[in-house]
């Protein structure tokens, strides 16, 4: 994989971007001025990401994800992660067949829906899960491959399904580890 160098990230305009970001040369961008990266972030090959985006630190986001953050945004708070092919969603037009609906279409005649999506800390969502809008996913969550988020979650739980429902805790162990990792990293 080939990542974008320092200069050409720079070069693309963020609102912010940290240091040691890594984000592949094929990934697209769209609305730069819109996106803040903050340090040891990574976004990976074919990945879609646009609008209002808020990327934490030590993010990851595996290849071919679309985060669509519109103009209500998506917020990845540190240490979150999106595997292969996931997709969130902060707009949606209205399904029910009472508007018209797409991009083609002037907004007087459909009825759109636009919330914000927050990933909170140290969550993982799983390979093909789609996170709809308005969605809180709380901190210390996983998501298991291919789950359908509609609703927001309790904190340090482990979803899956569609819809997706908790199925069982999550321990906290990983909370040590980022104890350590942080005071490693603030001795360099």
Known sequence: MAFLTEDQLKN???????????????????NPEEITIDDNSRIDDFCLISGVIRIGKNVHIAAYCNLAGGISGITMDDFSGLAYGCHVFTQSDDYSGETMTNPTIPKKFKKE????????????????????????????CSVG??????????????????????????????????????TELNSK
């Open 113 to 140: 829906t636009f919330k914000a999506v927050s990933i909170g800390k140290h969550v993982i969502v799983g390979t093909k899960s789609t996170i709809l809008p308005g969605v809180v996913i709380s901190e210390g």
């Open 145 to 182: 491959a291919m789950s359908m988020v509609t609703k927001s979650t309790k904190p340090w739980g482990i979803y899956f399904g569609i819809p997706a429902k908790r199925i069982k805790e999550r321990k906290m162990d990983l909370l040590e580890l980022e104890e350590k990792y942080i």
């Open 12 to 30: 693309i305009g963020f609102k912010h971007i940290g240091a040691n970001v890594k984000i592949s040369d094929k990934c697209s961008i769209y």
